[in-house]
Nanobody
Framework: QVQLVESGGASVQAGGSLRLSCVVS???????VGWFRQAPGLEREGVAA????????SYAGSVEGRFTISQDNAENTVYLQMNSLKPEDTAMYYC??????????????????WGQGTRVTVSS
C-alpha cells in the first residue's frame, strides 16, 4: 500500500514562489508520481509528473518553465517547485502515485493512490 502526504501549500502574492512536498510511504510500490490540481468547479488536472526510476518528467503547458518536479529518493519525497505564480494557479494540489506504470502521465486515470491535498492561493 502507498500513502502520500502533501505539505507546503500557502497563500502568496502573484509572482511569488512555493515548494510543495509529497512524502511517499510504501515507495517501493510507486513507479511514477504526479502532481495534480483542482480549482472549485473545475476538473482535476495534471500539472507535472515524474518517473521515479529514470527521473523523466512531464509538464502541463500552463506551468512549463515555471514549475519543476523533482525527487529525493533518500527522503521518499517528491517536490513541486512553483515559481512566478499566477492567480490562475490557485487550487487544491494533490500528489498521486502509480503502482503499475513508470510513465509520468498527466492523466489522473493512471494513478492508484492519492494524498489529501494542500491548498495554494495566489492573490493578484
Amino acid at each position: 500500500q502507498v500513502q502520500l502526504v502533501e505539505s507546503g501549500g500557502a497563500s502568496v502574492q502573484a509572482g511569488g514562489s512555493l515548494r510543495l512536498s509529497c512524502v511517499v510511504s510504501g515507495a517501493t510500490y510507486s513507479r511514477s508520481v504526479g502532481w495534480f490540481r483542482q480549482a472549485p468547479g473545475l476538473e482535476r488536472e495534471g500539472v507535472a509528473a515524474i518517473d521515479t526510476r529514470t527521473g523523466t518528467t512531464s509538464y502541463a503547458g500552463s506551468v512549463e518553465g515555471r514549475f519543476t518536479i523533482s525527487q529525493d529518493n533518500a527522503e521518499n519525497t517528491v517536490y513541486l517547485q512553483m515559481n512566478s505564480l499566477k492567480p490562475e494557479d490557485t487550487a487544491m494540489y494533490y500528489c498521486a502515485a502509480s503502482a503499475t506504470s513508470w510513465f509520468p502521465s498527466l492523466s489522473k486515470e493512471y494513478y492508484n493512490f492519492w494524498g489529501q491535498g494542500t491548498r495554494v492561493t495566489v492573490s493578484s
